[in-house]
């Protein structure tokens, strides 16, 4: 399959550094072997492969140096700078890694100036349209999961073994590395809460009390598995940044599947999350766009799944309805405070129909036409 990212990638290269981050497994490495023939890759976590990033010693005749998991060096920034400072671009320098590299600016350098970040997500709807079914691909997306490995095998047999070998590697070696951690069942644990209550808010003091631990530990694992790319938030969006921050958030996965297959909804909402957080990432890494992805909430209870914001102005409103194809009155209802810059109201639905328009405004559309809303 071909990667969103290939072509701007191989074009930036040529004049910055690039970090190109993402989940284990997500094709980091398959999709930077593919940029160019001749390349040099070091893994860090490979001992003589480390030995030659400490010497400095490539083939400096490679079109392209991969450096895979060198966040996990001390100083790495610094050193990579260092690097670039002296010899440029030439060859080219890409640094993967499965912990986000644009975090703990304790380690080094901010790199300022040099670098250009791209976040590489799993397969979603919007990637794949040209390139397969967009209802099988669906089918899949919420059956497997977008991780390439499980969904070109496309087997849920597989998935799950898969997908339990995959969390152990990264909670048991990946996690480790970021942060001596030796609560791991309690992190497992913290896991699975999650996937019960994905769609909800959730009380740090509620996960505190289920774990047996303070609400200050549990932010702190959170935290971790953020920066694993197992999880990421989506908060309540109010005028008042700080208020908003201070809200419940919300938490979703990267890897659709670890929802409960019984719960469609949830695994829908889910997917739909991960669609537009990925949409979100690809505006900030190509055109520099400020984007956020909250959720709207009353205290009376009137609710909107998600919105989208682009340069602080109010994109799309979306609410995700597996099988309800009548608009939600929400839509329509908190369009009222975006006066001067109404967003689109969409209400995405996980089964095939004909797209239609509400009186009230709210576009009704299956899931596979979102992308033409994306664009």
Known sequence: MERWAFDRIKQDLDQKIILLSGPRQVGKTTLSRSLFSRYSYLNYDVPEHRVAVQKKDWNRLSDLVIFDELHKMKNWKSWIKGIYDVEGVLPRLLITGSAKLDVARKMGDSLAGRHFLYRLHPFCLKELASQMDE????RRLMTVGGFPEP????????YNRWRRSHLDIILRQDLLDVENVKQIQNIETLIELLRMRVGSTVSYAALARDLECDATTVKRWLTLLENLFIIFTVT????????SLLKEPKYYFYDNG?????????????????????????????EGKRTALHYLRTKEGKEVDFCFMVDGIPRLLVEAKYGDTNPSPQLKWFAQFFQKNTP????VVGTEFESYLSREGVHVIPITKLVAYLS
Request: aromatic letters at 12%; glycine letters at 4%; charged letters at 25%.
């Open 135 to 138: 209802g099988e691909c669906f």
């Open 151 to 158: 969904f070109l095998a496309n087997d849920i047999t597989y």
């Open 236 to 243: 309540p969006w109010s005028k008042n940044i700080a208020r």
């Open 258 to 286: 670890q929802i409960p297959i019984e719960n469609t909804g949830a695994r829908f909402e889910n997917l739909l999350a991960c669609m537009l957080y990925k949409e979100m990432h690809r505006l900030e890494d190509v």
């Open 344 to 347: 689109q109201l969409l209400q």
